[in-house]
């Protein structure tokens, strides 16, 4: 299967910063999805990007198919930005694999 | 519109017991996915449904694990029976293909299994 590698696996943010999020993956997708996990375990769809730049509020994810990564952005940190995030991706096979996470901390 | 709903949302049991989860999709969501979550990890897809058919179940314990989901609607995992290395939280989702090929997934809150 798609191995996905995040990095860094940990990141401690003071409120107000501006942080970016990495997913390598290993063969060619056409899904990719970033998921937001909260501190009680609730998994939230953040973006479907297997290409280009989307923009939600303070969050942004870019995709460079072509050279296997997806980039998320957090800009202007809070502490409710606290929690897991996951890149996870699929080809033609409709399955998605996770990688195992970066942890977010926001202090206040 | 209301989210995946799931429970129990925990599930405390000794080894060698059986369990069994619930899930009720978004309506209208014909895909239904049950992952499964261990500590510190990514979800781990278990079984894939399309309506009340396996789409995928390559991953699935199948000598301990089994899913159904009737009508196409509800779906329950079951683990019989359930082992130490089964602690972990099960996890729901359900997603929409009308839309296209590809779409996002919705999960649930998920139920936490600890197996002593």
């Known amino acids: 299967g798609i191995q996905v590698e995040q990095s860094p696996p940990d990141l401690i943010l003071q409120e107000g910063a501006n942080s970016t999020l990495r997913c390598n993956f290993s063969?060619?997708?056409?899904?990719l999805q970033w998921f937001h996990q909260n501190p009680w375990g609730q998994l939230i769809n953040l973006f479907y990007?297997?290409?280009g730049t989307k923009q939600n509020g303070r969050l942004s994810a870019t995709t460079v198919a072509t050279e296997r990564y997806s980039l998320l952005y957090i800009s202007s940190s809070q502490t409710t930005d606290s929690g897991v995030y996951f890149c996870?991706?699929?080809?033609?096979?409709?399955?998605?694999?996770f990688g195992a996470g970066t942890t977010v901390t926001v202090r206040a | 519109e209301a989210g995946v709903a799931q429970s129990p949302r925990y599930k405390i049991i000794e080894k060698r017991q059986s369990v069994a989860f619930w899930c009720n999709p978004i309506?209208?969501?014909?895909?239904l996915y049950w992952y499964q979550q261990i500590l510190g990890q990514g979800p781990k897809l278990l079984i894939q449904f399309q309506n009340n058919g396996v789409v995928d179940d390559s991953q699935l314990p199948k000598d301990r694990f089994s899913a159904e989901r009737l009508k196409g609607v509800d779906s329950t995992l079951k683990i019989q029976p359930a082992k130490l290395e089964d602690s972990a939280v099960y996890l729901c989702?359900?997603?929409?293909?009308?839309?296209?090929?590809?779409?996002?997934?919705?999960f649930g809150p998920g139920t936490r299994l600890t197996v002593l």
């Open positions: 063969d060619s997708v056409n899904n």
């Open positions: 309506s209208g969501h014909a895909t």
């Open positions: 990007i297997p290409s």
């Open positions: 996870a991706v699929g080809s033609n096979d409709y399955k998605l694999s």
């Open positions: 989702a359900t997603s929409d293909p009308s839309g296209g090929a590809w779409d996002t997934q919705y």
